[in-house]
């Protein structure tokens, strides 16, 4: 329960509750145009709860998994790496990201067409005032 009053969780309780009031106070400045013969208002009426009932569902399924996280990760030993820990109803929730080595790809010189448009490429780079059709083309 104590990850739930980082700042972090402080900004999306107080941005929660000023989302839901504001979204119920527009509901009832529409409900009050409805009442004054604004026909359009009366859809409004009921989406801006709408909106405010959604904002509460986010923020239950967002304080349940923080919750769900924190009670499945077990204490690690402090020289032990971190890894991925599968919950028994939830998904699985990795604590470090994994970094893998990527290769960079090989040019293929032997396309004549990727070559042409390299150097075409090049060439905008080098002129950047310059316009696609300036391009001296070499056929």
Not at 85 to 97: A, F, L, S, Y
């Amino acid at each position: 329960m104590k990850g739930l009053w980082t700042p972090a969780w402080i900004a999306r309780h107080v941005l929660a509750l000023v989302l839901v009031a504001a979204f119920l106070g527009l509901g009832w400045w529409q409900f009050s145009r409805a009442t004054d013969g604004n026909t359009l208002s009366w859809g409004y009426t009921f989406e801006w709860p709408v909106f405010a009932a959604f904002v509460v569902f986010i923020w239950f399924r967002e304080v349940q998994q923080e919750r769900r996280a924190s009670r499945a990760v077990p204490e690690e030993e402090p020289g032990e790496p971190e890894q991925a820990t599968v919950q028994k109803d939830g998904p699985v929730t990795v604590r470090r990201p994994v970094r893998v080595p990527v290769a960079a790809a090989a040019p293929a010189d032997d396309d004549p067409e990727l070559v042409a448009y390299n150097d075409y490429l090049s060439w905008l780079a080098a002129h950047p005032g310059a316009r696609p059709g300036d391009y001296p083309r070499t056929s």
